[in-house]
């Protein structure tokens, strides 16, 4: 059966930290990893990635693939409390379905 | 980016009763709609895929006659939840995409919560 285990369930740090979240899978015919932010509402779209080791990044977001540990990180560097959301990570598996990990519930206090 | 809007935004209904939500996508054509359900503090698990004009491809699991989908536009489609009960009651996401190709992006919706009395 597909899987897809996201690390740790829930993480509570103080503005200013870094984070890194993490993401492993076991899934049949992957094509690519996704990483979305869900604040209240539809999760909204941070990532994809398709090829291991070339690192993507959005500011002060990072993510990398490691297609050998069949695993993939987000980091986030310098948290700001709006950066407070459920993570989650999501692998394209076959022609179109998405097979979404449990979330990582992330709260930055001031 | 592009929009996917969901109507309503949240429902409350009486047990037996049967629930419509729809999803639009706004500004693109959508060959694909994809509906998901999240429990509280769970992550989205896909119900069913639709194609515009075909029957939905449902997961294991998901009864097909409870949770009815019509696909019958490229900007619309609509889950209608029959008979509903209590165990009904969680966060309903449609999510669209424009393309076939497996990296066209999925753009989500903004959910509707349907809680059932």
């Known amino acids: 059966e597909d899987k897809v285990v996201q690390s740790p369930l829930s993480l509570v740090v103080h503005e200013g930290d870094t984070v890194t979240l993490n993401c492993s899978y076991e899934?049949?015919?992957?094509?690519?990893l996704l990483w979305y932010k869900q604040e209240k509402k539809a999760p909204t779209f941070l990532f994809m990635l398709t090829s291991s080791g070339i690192e993507k990044k959005s500011g002060r977001l990072s993510s990398i693939l490691d297609k050998k540990e069949l695993s993939s990180i987000l980091n986030i560097t310098a948290t700001q409390t709006g950066d407070s959301a459920i993570y989650l990570c999501a692998i394209i598996q076959g022609a179109q379905k998405l097979v979404f990990g449990q979330g990582t519930r992330l709260t930055i206090n001031p | 980016g592009a929009v996917v809007s969901q109507h309503p935004s949240w429902v409350i209904c009486k047990s037996g009763t049967s629930v419509k939500i729809e999803c639009r996508s706004l500004?693109?054509?959508?060959?694909?709609m994809f509906w998901y359900r999240q429990f509280p503090k769970q992550s989205l698990m896909l119900m069913a895929t639709?194609?515009?004009?075909?029957?939905?491809?449902?997961e294991q699991g998901v009864e097909k006659d409870k949770f009815l989908i019509n696909h019958a536009s490229l900007t619309l489609s609509t889950l209608t939840v029959t008979s509903a009960h209590p165990e009904d009651s969680s966060f309903y996401i449609c999510?669209?995409?424009?393309?076939?190709?497996?990296?066209?992006?999925?753009?989500f919706g903004p959910g509707t919560r349907l809680t059932v009395l």
């Open positions: 899934v049949t015919n992957f094509r690519s």
């Open positions: 500004d693109f054509q959508a060959t694909t």
């Open positions: 639709s194609n515009e004009g075909s029957k939905a491809t449902y």
């Open positions: 999510s669209a995409r424009e393309g076939l190709g497996f990296y066209n992006e999925q753009f």
